[in-house]
T-cell receptor, first 111, second 113 residues
């Protein structure tokens, strides 16, 4: 069964203090790893898709990387508006584009 | 705005009742997915439809059912509601073809009292 574990559960940063979020996964044949951002009471907002180990993608202060066992979401010089829950999901060979989500990392960036 | 529309945004109903949640996917998307998000759990996959046909099923209760209509909108029906069914229900859609990202609606918050 596909599984996703995210750490830490919660992270508090000062504005400008860079850090990384971790997503460890086990999947029977990775077809895609997805990062989403979710604000309270809102739907997840798509950030990145990574398909193979070694792949990297960037968007503003965010950079996602992928290895065969885990993915990292690096946040460089975060701002208070980056505060949100960041979700990682995998799509494996067990289901037709069925995404298995982790429980997320709650990020709080203080000014 | 993801382009996925869900109605209603909020729903309060009593135990034992039945409700219908509606989802309109992004223009051109053929796949629709339903997810449940409770406070103590992450996003749980319920069911997926592709161009009107059921394609994948998750841990969806027998009291829950869904369908996708010819115009590609989808409905999730929840019956014999229990307090534990209170949650956020999200719909997502994706474009035809493999390896494409899913875009989520803003969700329906269901409260069972």
């Amino acid at each position: 069964e596909d599984q996703v574990t995210q750490s830490p559960e919660a992270l508090r940063l000062q504005e400008g203090e860079s850090s990384s979020l971790n997503c460890s996964y086990t999947v029977s044949g990775l077809r895609g790893l997805f990062w989403y951002r979710q604000d309270p009471g809102k739907g997840p907002e798509f950030l990145f898709t990574l398909y193979s180990a070694g792949e990297e993608k960037e968007k503003e202060r965010l950079k996602a990387t992928l290895t065969k066992k885990e993915s990292f979401l690096h946040i460089t010089a975060p701002k208070p508006e980056d505060s949100a829950t960041y979700l990682c999901a995998v799509w494996g060979n067990t289901g037709f584009q069925k995404l298995v989500f982790g429980t997320g990392t709650r990020l709080l960036v203080s000014p | 705005d993801s382009g996925v529309t869900q109605t209603p945004k909020h729903l309060i109903t009593a135990t034992g009742q039945r409700v219908t949640l509606r989802c309109s996917p992004r223009s051109g998307d053929l796949s629709v997915y339903w997810y449940q998000q409770s406070l103590d759990q992450g996003l749980q996959f319920l069911i997926q439809y592709y161009n009107g046909e059921e394609r994948a099923k998750g841990n969806i209760l027998e009291r829950f059912s869904a369908q996708q209509f010819p115009d590609l909108h989808s409905e999730l029906n929840l019956s014999s509601l229990e307090l534990g069914d209170s949650a956020l229900y999200f719909c997502a859609s994706s474009a035809p073809g493999g390896s494409t990202e899913a875009f989520f609606g803003q969700g329906t918050r269901l409260t069972v009292v």
